[in-house]
DNA sequence: CCGCATCCCTATAGATACTG
DNA sequence: CAGTATCTATAGGGATGCGG
């Protein structure tokens, strides 16, 4: 059980802003989840357009976290592979609560749309999945 | 359907995140929810301790992205009841998702546990429950 | 190239005092 | 009670540099 030096009171919603309340963690874990993205430079492609500099401050707090994990890359000794962990994978269900409150109040591409769809059709198959698939991945 | 000035992209977790993702709305949202509090005053007596500048400026932004309401307390003129609107309601699934993680992953109060394992117990019964609740006092 | 680190500037958060 | 006003501190953004 990872502790945190500060948290704001022992609220789990407050202890949960204290790991990843900002306008940026959330998104490098779902193109983790979502995307399968996992380098450096595909979380910096993606269309939040997030700087260089906050995302290395971003990766380096989710690693001291628990929540996601750099490895060596398969494809070139220069790549870093960036994975998630147990920790990190168990905020699939608060991603997808979050992604449908959002799908059922503003207006979404397509892609996403399908996505979200597919999800709600079998919530709990598609967690089950996710979780597997990742875990062998380890 | 609220749409917001600014959004960093089209996906739904940035949306999200662009409404409330910052390291107070949500527990503004919280007290709402759980615990029952409903006035400027309550929201500042929160354990965390927010500062009443900022507390004012995130009422101002969930009121004008329809999340909550301002309405006049019963008990004295001078007072504003805060309640949140069926778009906030529908925040709870998420809430409790977000809950459950830190649960899962730091020391909470016994208070904290208390209540979350009731909901777990139940949880699509909460749900029902708390938006018949509020939608009962509208 | 890839994964950062550094510098510099701006925007937002936070603490405190004060007000209608 | 429900906020403003003011000031300071920190987080975020953009450009660039740099070692592996």
């Known amino acids: ?5 500060k ?7 407050s202890t949960s802003l204290d ?8 998104l490098i874990i779902r193109d983790l989840m979502y995307k ?6 595909d979380f910096l492609k993606s269309a939040e357009g997030i700087a260089t500099n906050i995302l ?3 990766l380096q707090n989710l690693e001291e976290q628990d929540i996601i994990r750099r490895q060596p890359h398969p494809d070139s000794k220069a790549k870093i592979l960036y994975t998630l ?11 997808i609560e979050i992604s449908l409150w959002a799908e059922k109040h503003y207006t979404l591409s397509e892609e996403w749309l399908a996505m979200l769809e597919k999800i709600q059709a079998d919530k709990e198959g598609f967690i089950k999945k996710s979780m597997q ?6």
Chains 1, 2 share one sequence.
């Open 133 to 138: 698939n990742i875990a062998n991945e380890i």
């Open 56 to 58: 290395a401050s971003k």
């Open 19 to 26: 790991v990843f309340g900002d306008k940026w963690s959330l």
């Open 1 to 5: 059980m990872t502790e945190l030096k």
């Open 7 to 13: 948290r704001r009171s022992n609220c789990p919603v």
């Open 36 to 41: 399968k993205k996992c380098t450096y430079g």
């Open 85 to 95: 962990t147990a920790k990190g994978i168990e905020l699939l269900p608060a991603i």
